[in-house]
């Protein structure tokens, strides 16, 4: 699912997409609400001390991107916008939650 490329001729890796979300800060944030169910743009930027508008929407857009999370329009005014784990975003979670874990017991 990954889109990450070494060149264009390369099918995508998931070990570039692991290595373009965990290395970014605000990607692994973002991930972080979505997973606690924060799923609204407006109130991830309020849990999300510090980060702007147009990081937000590039971090969602990346994870989308990456099929982590999957975009939901509701056909309202003023249109509702929704972010959810896809099948693979939980298990890439999964993943995270072992890297904590690792953590800890290095803590």
């Known amino acids: 699912m990954a889109i990450v490329r070494k060149n264009k001729n390369t099918t995508p890796t998931v070990s570039g997409m692991v290595e373009d979300v965990v290395g970014c800060k605000w990607s692994m944030s973002v991930l972080g609400c979505i997973r606690k169910g924060v799923v609204r743009p ?33 056909a309202e005014v003023p249109p509702r916008v929704e972010y959810r784990l896809t099948a693979f975003g939980r298990r890439f979670g999964e993943i995270i939650d072992r890297i904590e874990a690792l953590q800890r017991e290095l803590d």
């Not at 407006?42 to 971090?59: C, H, I, P, Y």
Request: aromatic share 4%; charged share 25%; hydrophobic share 40%.
């Open 42 to 74: 407006g109130a991830m930027q309020r849990a999300l001390d510090g980060v702007s508008t147009k990081v937000l929407n590039e971090r969602l857009s990346k994870l989308v991107r990456y099929g982590v999370v999957a975009k939901t329009t509701h």
